[in-house]
Nanobody
Framework: QVQLVESGGGLVQAGGSLRLSCAAS????????MGWFRQAPAKEREFVAA???????TYYADSVKGRFTISRDGAKTAYLQMNSLKPEDTAVYYC?????????????????WGQGTQVTVSS
């Protein structure tokens, strides 16, 4: 079992930046790819970014490419650096872990989820 805890959300003006963190605990040995998803009110959860177990390959949704950067610090912490934030980035952001070296792009690809952290971007 893996437990994930996100932090770093908050309220920011358009054009600003935030850095989200995801701390993993529990059964963290082995290969876990990590992903970030977000869910706005009345919308489905959507893929934002993902990173392989090694950290060598990253993937991004078109809507955040060039503005967001995913990274990880070993097996236990993942980050999402969000720059040039827009009001449409407002959502609850979730960290997820997949018991594989390679991440997926769908929520169903992931085995473990954090509780989410709210990001609100004002115009």
């Amino acid at each position: 079992q893996v437990q994930l805890v996100e932090s770093g959300g908050g309220l920011v003006q358009a054009g600003g930046s935030l850095r989200l963190s995801c701390a993993a605990s529990g059964r963290t040995f082995g290969a876990y790819a990590m992903g970030w998803f977000r869910q706005a009110p009345a919308k489905e959860r959507e893929f934002v970014a993902a990173i392989t177990w090694s950290g060598g390959t990253t993937y991004y949704a078109d809507s955040v490419k060039g503005r967001f950067t995913i990274s990880r610090d070993g097996a236990k912490t993942a980050y999402l650096q969000m720059n040039s934030l827009k009001p449409e980035d407002t959502a609850v952001y979730y960290c997820a872990a997949r018991g594989s070296m390679w991440p997926g792009h769908e929520p169903s690809d992931y085995d473990y989820w954090g509780q989410g952290t709210q990001v609100t971007v004002s115009s």
